[in-house]
């Protein structure tokens, strides 16, 4: 493992604290792709038992943040470039597109103000070189277009490949020309505007395309 250290542990709500430090450690790039987890090490610097850390591995682990070999080691997941490509994005594109279709008379000007402020926030923080801030920019922008659907289907399966997305953004951030962000998104909520759905489809075709770039980036 790295010099990351956690922090200790209050005894309230152990299991979720443990998991969610754990997980907040490895998407912001502290605990990075083949890193390995040693469950005494951190039972240690958090001060609990390893019964907390266990759970806590177990829930990373369907969460694809983990990847666990029996008697052997867990170490932090990596996604390839065919993963992100084939998998992940098509996923992506499909409940992105699907919301859209079917709630367009949900594009209004409360949700376009408050994508706005969204777009805006990052700005200040390509500005200020907040790449982890960025990050999670990104996934809320597209989380809030997900949110206008009422199928539970939606959300449950953003859910499952939301923080493998965020994992492999982290780990690639670096190369990606942050200036195109602001742009990116501006473009694709003024193609929401117009409630065109021809321009609307190419638009986010346009803008996972610029995504894949960057989550596929292999140099």
Known sequence: MSEFTFKQQANTSLREKVTNDLREAILNGHLLPG???????????????????REAIRQLEREGLLLSYPYKET????????????????????????VVKRYLDKLDDSFFAKQQVIINEMRVAVENGEKSRLVDLDIL?????LELAAER??????????????????????????????RDHQELMDAFRTKDLDLIQKEILKHLDSDDNLLCFTK
């Open 35 to 53: 890193a390995r987890i040693k469950e005494m090490d951190i039972a240690e610097q958090m001060g609990v038992s390893r019964g907390p850390i």
């Open 141 to 145: 922008f597209h989380q809030s277009i």
């Open 75 to 98: 170490i932090v997941a990596d996604l390839d470039a065919d993963e992100v490509q084939n998998i992940l994005m098509p996923i992506r594109f499909h409940i992105e597109w699907f």
């Open 153 to 182: 289907t939606v959300m449950l399966t953003w859910q499952s490949i939301v923080n493998q997305i965020r994992l492999h953004f982290t780990k690639n951030i670096s190369f990606y020309n942050l200036d195109h962000m602001e």
